[in-house]
């Protein structure tokens, strides 16, 4: 199956299919000098598929894990460059969740000022999220993503079956975010995971088409793609507050509840239970709440906030923050 996404100067081709791993040197221009990237999590029969598809590969192996998302990884990933003597018409290639993605790709983004860059994503976030839309880059100053670029990839390859060997925790975060894709911007991908019995690939397909609309519309991140944060304000307080214990997925679930109408927090909620992803955070209220107002402060007291009133449609919603913390201690996510 093959969707492209449209943008300013040109599209970038996603080929989504089981078994396609085997034929990423039919889709891809591996017949060059390439630098795989990967990370320690990633099965190592995926990596030597690809290794035996390439001309002249190199292969480089990160440490798994977002600690692992900084300047000292970037730096190593530059210096496997220059050990490669990769030049202009060569490329890199990602193997692994959006961690290795976005650190390939801002690699190939500043790398003699950009070569060539295919992601192969193996996680679901990074099937229907991190790998579509071009924002590639690192964690610095105890900031996610502070230091990045847009840069799209050549070419992504999404084989489904890639998730069999990925651990279920990791699986769920995943369906966190198709569930927000559906629930904000299409009611008939919301209604199908609702039914239980669509295909992963087929709810692969729909949440990439979701995200690559939003972004074809809006590809340097102005307003629009702010319903892709549907969700994050009250799920980064959970993030924080948590201090570890909760996936980013798991408090984006929690997060998208209060921001629901009361009908439609019902569906969410039994939505969310069949992907086994939380509906109750066991912590305190209060460190969640001013852990989430923490950053908006400095903009005033007064936060837009993504808003789900039937699934398919969103509205934003200006609230200050005594109204928001009212909307979030309405919902019952909190003992
Ligand atoms: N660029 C964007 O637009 C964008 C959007 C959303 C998230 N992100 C970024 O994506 C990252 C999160 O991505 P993630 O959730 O994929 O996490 P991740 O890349 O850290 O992967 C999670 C874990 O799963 C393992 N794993 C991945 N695929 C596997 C597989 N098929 N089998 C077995 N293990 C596997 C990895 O080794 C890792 O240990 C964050 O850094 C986040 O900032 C980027």
Same mark, same amino acid.
């Given at each position: 199956?093959?969707?492209? %996404? =449209? ?30 990237v990967t990370d320690?999590?990633i ?18 192996? #990160? ?10 990884? &970037? ?11 990769? @030049? =202009? ?5 990602a193997l692994g969740g959006?961690m290795v993605g ?15 860059? &295919?992601? %192969?994503p193996t996680s679901?976030?990074a099937? #229907? ?5 071009? !924002? ?6 105890? &900031? ?39 629930? @904000?911007?299409? !009611? ?19 949440? %990439? ?10 590809? +340097?991140? @102005? ?14 307080? %959970? ?35 069949? &992907?086994?992803?939380?509906? +109750? ?20 007291? @007064?936060?837009?906030? #993504? ?9 934003? !919603? ?18």
């Amino acid at each position: 199956m093959n969707l492209s %996404i =449209r943008r300013a100067d040109a599209e970038v081709e996603i080929f989504l299919g089981r078994g396609l791993l085997k034929k990423a040197g039919e889709l891809f221009d591996l017949s060059r000098k390439v630098l795989l990237v990967t990370d320690s999590g990633i099965p190592r029969d995926y990596v030597q598929t690809i290794l035996s598809q390439c001309k002249d590969p190199m292969l480089v192996t #990160v440490p798994a894990g977002e600690e692992n998302k900084n300047f000292s990884t &970037y730096e190593m990933l530059l210096q496997a460059c220059l050990a490669a003597d990769l @030049t =202009r018409g060569d490329c890199i290639v990602a193997l692994g969740g959006g961690m290795v993605g976005d650190l390939a790709g801002f690699s190939a983004a500043t790398y003699l000022r950009g070569i060539d860059f &295919y992601n %192969i994503p193996t996680s679901l976030l990074a099937m #229907v999220d991190a790998s579509i839309g071009g !924002k590639t880059g690192l964690d610095f100053g105890g &900031y996610k993503n502070q230091v990045g670029a847009f840069y799209q990839p050549k070419a992504i390859l999404c084989d489904p079956d890639l998730l069999d060997t990925l651990p279920e925790r990791q699986l769920a975060c995943g369906y966190a975010e198709v569930i927000k894709m559906a629930l @904000t911007l299409d !009611k008939d991908l919301f209604y199908r995971i609702e039914s239980g019995d669509a295909p992963t690939e087929e709810l692969i397909r729909r949440a %990439i088409e979701c995200k690559a609309s939003v972004v074809a519309k809006d590809e +340097r991140d @102005t307003d629009l793609r702010r319903v892709l944060n549907f969700g994050h304000t009250l799920g980064h307080g %959970i993030e924080s507050a948590a201090k570890g214990s909760l996936l980013h997925g798991e408090c984006v679930s929690l997060g998208m509840i209060p921001m629901c109408a009361e009908p439609v927090q019902k569906r969410l909620v039994s939505v969310l239970e069949k &992907y086994r992803l939380p509906t +109750r955070y066991e912590g305190a209220i209060e460190p969640v709440l001013s852990a989430a107002l923490h950053d908006k402060k400095r903009a005033g007291d @007064t936060l837009t906030v #993504v808003f789900v009133n039937e699934p398919g449609n969103y509205e934003l !919603k200006k609230l200050s923050f005594s109204d928001w913390k009212k909307e979030v201690r309405r919902a019952p996510i909190f003992s």
